[in-house]
T-cell receptor
């Protein structure tokens, strides 16, 4: 059974649009949730963290968490070509282990 | 610069050889990790050390042996390399506590076994 699932995409949006990335997880005791961005050939970079139900906004990024539905999402407003990357959802349960989804590749077309 | 640094960045070697990858962090974190990212970009944890003590050891062939001389260093030694070991290996670190702030990753080591 997969622990963290993401739509592998690819997801393609025009510049200026909203990109919506989704993630579900199986471990109900998960406590911490993260979104990482990974450019091709680079290392994962933390862009958002969320710990409680609801929305968390940081600039053009909004993370949403629904623990009852075991669902996490990331919205990117006013998408830019520089947002083109693979976005990794990561979930942390009782242990320190961070479990990653397989990532969603986003392309923002100028 | 505060960071997680790995060496080497690229490693090309023949099957059957033994190789090591080194990792150092100067963030003051108490936990370090090794992750493997395969050709399909899936990041999977291999090992974790907290203050030099092994705390996570996923299902990894025993040809892989981590070693942590102190909490700022975590090395990975691989014996008898196989073609399937080709991947990008990432080191990461974090600080344990009541709130998790996620991991900081090194730049990765691209291992190619020929």
């Amino acid at each position: 059974q997969k622990e963290v699932e993401q739509n592998s995409g690819p997801l393609s949006v025009p510049e200026g649009a909203i990109a919506s990335l989704n993630c579900t997880y199986s471990d109900r005791v998960s406590q911490s949730f993260f979104w990482y961005r990974q450019y091709s050939g680079k290392s994962p970079e933390l862009i958002m963290s969320i710990y409680s139900n609801g929305d968390k906004e940081d600039g053009r990024f909004t993370a949403q968490l629904n623990k009852a539905s075991q669902y996490v999402s990331l919205l990117i407003r006013d998408s830019q070509p520089s947002d083109s990357a693979t976005y990794l959802c990561a979930v942390q349960g009782g242990s320190e282990k961070l479990v990653f989804g397989k990532g969603t590749k986003l392309t923002v077309n100028p | 610069d505060t960071a997680v640094s790995q060496t080497p960045k690229y490693l090309v070697t023949q099957m059957g050889n033994d190789k090591s990858i080194k990792c150092e962090q100067n963030l003051g974190h108490d936990t370090m990790y090794w992750y493997k990212q395969d050709s399909k970009k899936f990041l999977k944890i291999m090992f974790s050390y907290n203050n030099k003590e092994l705390i996570i050891n996923e299902t990894v062939p025993n040809r892989f042996s981590p070693k942590s001389p102190d909490k700022a260093h975590l090395n990975l030694h691989i014996n008898s390399l196989e073609l399937g070991d080709s991947a990008v290996y990432f080191c990461a670190s974090s600080q344990t506590g009541p709130i998790s702030y996620g991991y900081t990753f090194g730049s990765g080591t691209r291992l190619t076994v020929v």
